[in-house]
């Protein structure tokens, strides 16, 4: 696997000094063991600071699969199953016929309530009650588990006042005290990262993009109502303190070592920890829902809280894959039939295409085929 190390490397190395991104970081994990471990460029423009694989990176959507994985680990310490109504762990949800999804429909993007007030802030994201609120009392726009549809904001206060209720504490300290701190990475995978340790953060800058790539997205797209233009992600907005420090579990900060060494713990053992059992393994990846998501409008086979799927390809070729991209073009996940688990994240933050992550994905694809 020496080779891989070299090749992803190069491509990244490559990718820094055409000018097509600015820092990188890609790891990936086999059998447990960390086989490529690579980075190129700078992880701040305006001083040069070099990446490091110790520079955390806010990687959007990609922090979908650390809050998932947290849930994982409360459900296999007993506290609470996936068939759990919401409501016996966290009241105020049950109302508006929300009185029966369960903790698996929340997993799921199934619960119904992916919408949020037209005139949200980003302010509004840093204050948990608020959005807490928001989501308990709001009205599903179906009765949860009848359909799908991707939960782009709400998927993160959802479950992590689940956890908060479970366990009395936030979910950034359940996942330091369940994942971070036992795998050794309690510096490379936060939901919220500490002020004091901001400084270590790669700085994120938009790319140039073509509008017209966005296409003629109507008003009423239910995507614009889940995720308003306000708070859609960006360099500027993942770059802000207050953001950054707060719990907004939709979205999350790492380094690629980190979040796939995460994903190589769901996988099997490393280093002595393993997340979840076997059997719990299997439940997680597998599909659970794979209708037309009715947010996006698009298939979008789902497990336990992970896309199915390698991503640049048909996702029912790969249903093996579990994880989650961010926008922005970061992106981890962890195939069961390779026991791979890979990450890149990176900080020239591109909305409308990944080609870095699927280039370095089918490298390391083919790689591990040919092995």
Not at 134 to 158: D, K
Not at 198 to 212: C, H, N, S, T, Y
Request: net charge negative; aromatic share 8%.
């Amino acid at each position: 696997m020496s080779d891989l190390q070299k090749h992803v490397q190069t491509v990244l190395d490559e990718l820094t000094e055409s000018g097509a991104e600015t820092g990188l970081q890609a790891a990936v994990y086999v059998d447990g063991e960390l086989v490529v471990d690579a980075v190129s460029g700078v992880a701040d423009s305006e001083t040069g600071r070099p990446v490091t694989s110790d520079t955390p990176f806010w990687s959007a959507s990609t922090g979908k699969g650390v809050t998932a994985t947290v849930v994982h680990t409360l459900v296999e310490k007993g506290l609470f199953d996936y068939d759990t109504r919401i409501a016996e762990i966290w009241p105020e949800f049950g109302v508006h016929g929300k009185e029966n999804a369960t903790v698996g429909h929340a997993l799921t993007h199934s619960a119904g309530v992916p919408g949020l007030p037209g005139d949200i802030t980003p302010d509004d994201l840093t204050d948990w009650d608020k959005m807490t609120s928001i989501v308990a009392s709001a009205e599903p726009w179906w009765e949860p588990g009848t359909q799908t549809g991707y939960h782009a904001v709400t998927f993160g206060y959802l479950l992590g006042e689940i956890v908060h209720r479970a366990t009395g504490k936030p979910i950034s300290q359940v996942l330091l005290e369940e994942v971070s701190t036992p795998l050794g990475i309690s510096k490379e995978l936060y939901l919220g990262v500490p002020q004091a340790e901001q400084g270590l953060l790669a700085r994120l800058e938009d790319a140039p993009i073509d509008p017209a790539a966005f296409g003629d997205m109507p008003e009423d797209f239910p995507l614009l109502k889940a995720a308003p233009p306000a708070i859609m992600p960006s360099a500027s907005y993942g770059n802000r303190s207050d953001i950054l420090a707060s719990d907004i579990p939709a979205g999350g900060t790492m380094t690629a070592r980190g979040v796939a060494k995460m994903y190589a713990a769901l996988l099997g053992e490393v280093d002595g920890v393993r997340l979840v059992s076997q059997k719990r393994l299997e439940q997680i990846s597998a599909v659970a829902v794979d209708d037309l998501d009715q947010v996006v409008f698009a298939p979008s086979p789902k497990g336990l809280g992970y896309f199915l799927g390698r991503p640049g390809g048909d996702p029912q070729q790969s249903l093996n894959v579990f994880g989650a991209q961010g926008m922005g073009g970061s992106g981890a996940y962890a195939d069961t039939r390779t026991k791979v688990a890979f990450a890149l994240t990176k900080n020239r933050f591109n909305p409308t295409e990944a080609s870095a992550f699927e280039r370095v994905s089918e490298i390391v694809t083919q790689a591990v085929a040919g092995a």
